[in-house]
């Protein structure tokens, strides 16, 4: 009774009303059918079995059963797919914890030595950068390094051409660049020796605490005085603070968060990366000119931007499904740590070694300039030609850091008392304004919105060290560019190659940022002259270029024709000359 019932429920569930013999007459069909291996095909059988479906489908039910079931499918795949995600996750950084973090991991107590600036016991850990990097590409042709070794030193390099009206301000002067095959011939198939300094490591806290009346970050772990002095002692092998100080891979939980997909490309091997970055929609993404085709497909150009700047392309249609402008590659970062756009471009700028830690060459320029020459000209130009590791031109007008300030003062760049703490901070400590005995340094002053360097401990130490004075005092870096150099320069053999402003306007164009081109006019259309009168103001009086000549008014014996002198026809006088 109990089978007859089951299959009851199975054969006729769409249609009760059937009386129980025709059930029975249908199950016993069904057992003979299936003991002589018969299949279904009748034409009664499958008119039966669609009638038994569709009455079967349209029921609310069923749909609703057949929907869950759906929904239930699609919550258990992808809730394999985020595990499988967090396994490969847990992969890589399986395998960067095996690169950084070693032996040579360890806490220490700054709080238990004798530091009278602070009583509070703060834990370190030590993040060890990546292994030197020996495999440097072999160079194209020696042979054509050898015949063209000559190629510009009867290149007489020309002072800076003169300004004039219609032009003032400063100018490119024209640069001798080898061609591109003779520059990536002459890249060096070893690294640059590195002075005194072999070993950097770099100090990691889970938590900072400001314990001095100093401005400074979380991002930047708040170091002591005693720490800031003992990081300018030149070792052998040292410990020192560089950003991203809650953890040992940059990019990641650090402050300056970066996607897991972008991390493992920034991790990739290169020999040369040209980065920039473009944070509170500042700048305009400017593309570059001239690189050759063997830069294209071999250096890539990293644009890094924060959140608000990817909002601002995505509705203007500017990035595309690669993540790619052009030829930037975009690269976002959340949890941005400064609220000062400024303050944090100034990440990439100076700590592109530990973004980017396999890396041998680096050009950092600004958002607001555009690239025209190739990339492998520039860095034997201003590198290789020089037997030079950190190259950065100098000030186009000022030499010397007090008046560097003055001028940052009277044009509101920054806090006018902040300025002057840092400034008097710096003369304290020795910091004297540039003079001729200071040569051959012939600036103090950079004008910081092109770096070329090589990665080395000891260029990776002087970015470290002048990024923790940025964070540490005003985010204007060109004021504690000299005070960082100086203090490093004073104890290991070593120089920073300071060219002329005149050579890096030739291998970059400035634009203008985003708020400034917004409330541009549009250019004027040129017009003739001759056939269409155009009204100018003089001092707000409109007069006529070309103007109707009217008839005399007759005068009264009293009254008198006045000539004003500003009307007066004096080729001398700037008011009544006509443009």
Known sequence: MTGVSLDLRTQSYGSPQQPQNGSLQIQNGFIVRKSSRMSLSGSREKDKLLLVLCRYLSRKKVVMLILVSFALMAFLSGFF????EDSSESTIFDHFNDAYNTSLQFSRKFGSQKDDNSSIQTTLSVCEENPPIHHFSPPLSSESTIFHSNFCQSFAFPPPPPGDRRRPGPRPCPVCYLPVEEAIASMPRVPSPSPVLNHLTYFHEESSTKTEPHEGSDFGGYPSLKQRNE??????????????VKGCRPGYKTGFDIDISDLVELEQFHDIIVASAIFGNYDVIQQPTKISDHAIKNIPFYMFIDEETESYMRNSSLLDYRMKVGLWRIIVVHNIPYTDSRRNGKVPKLLLHRLFPNVKYSIWIDGKLQLVVDPYKLLERF???????????????????????EANKAAGKYDNKSIDYQIDFYRNEGLTPYSEAKLP?????PEGCVIIREHIPITNLFTCLWFNEVDRFTSRDQLSFAAVRDKIMGQVDWSVNMFMDCERRNFVIQAYHRDLLEHMPPPNLRRNRDSIPVSVSVRGNPIARNPVKKSPVKRGKGERRTRSKRHSKNPSNKDNMVF
């Open 231 to 244: 990081s300018f002692e030149i070792k052998e092998s040292m410990t020192v603070h560089c950003g991203f």
């Open 441 to 445: 340094i012939i600036s103090d002053v």
């Open 81 to 84: 797919t985020t595990n499988r």
């Open 383 to 405: 590198l290789w030609r020089h037997n030079a590791t950190f190259a950065i031109s100098k000030h186009y007008r000022r030499f010397d850091v007090f008046e560097e300030a």
